[in-house]
Nanobody, 115 residues
Framework: QVQLMESGGGLVQAGGSLRLSCAAS????????MGWYRHSPGKQRELVAR???????NYADSVKGRFTIWRGNTKSTVYLQMNSLKPEDTAVYSC?????????WGQGTQVTVSS
């Protein structure tokens, strides 16, 4: 079992920045991929950014150049730096990990960007 705990959400004005953190606990395999997804009312959940065990990253087109994902040294943490935030970035952001053990999700953290 893997437990994921997000932190760092909040309210920010447009143009501002936030950093999200996700800590994984439980059985952590050395090979695992982690990512951030977001969901807002009336929209489908979408991938924001993902990083593989080897460090390869991919981003949604809407956040390229503004958001950065990276992993901590232990591979059990993942971060998302969000700059130049826009009102349309408002959503619940959830951390995700997939490995040979399965796919796990955190409960999510609210990010609200005011105009």
């Amino acid at each position: 079992q893997v437990q994921l705990m997000e932190s760092g959400g909040g309210l920010v004005q447009a143009g501002g920045s936030l950093r999200l953190s996700c800590a994984a606990s439980g059985t952590i395999l050395s090979i695992n991929n982690m990512g951030w997804y977001r969901h807002s009312p009336g929209k489908q959940r979408e991938l924001v950014a993902r990083i593989t065990s080897g460090g390869s990253t991919n981003y949604a087109d809407s956040v390229k150049g503004r958001f950065t994902i990276w992993r901590g040294n232990t591979k059990s943490t993942v971060y998302l730096q969000m700059n130049s935030l826009k009102p349309e970035d408002t959503a619940v952001y959830s951390c995700n990990q997939d490995s040979a053990l399965g796919i796990y999700w955190g409960q999510g953290t609210q990010v609200t960007v005011s105009s």
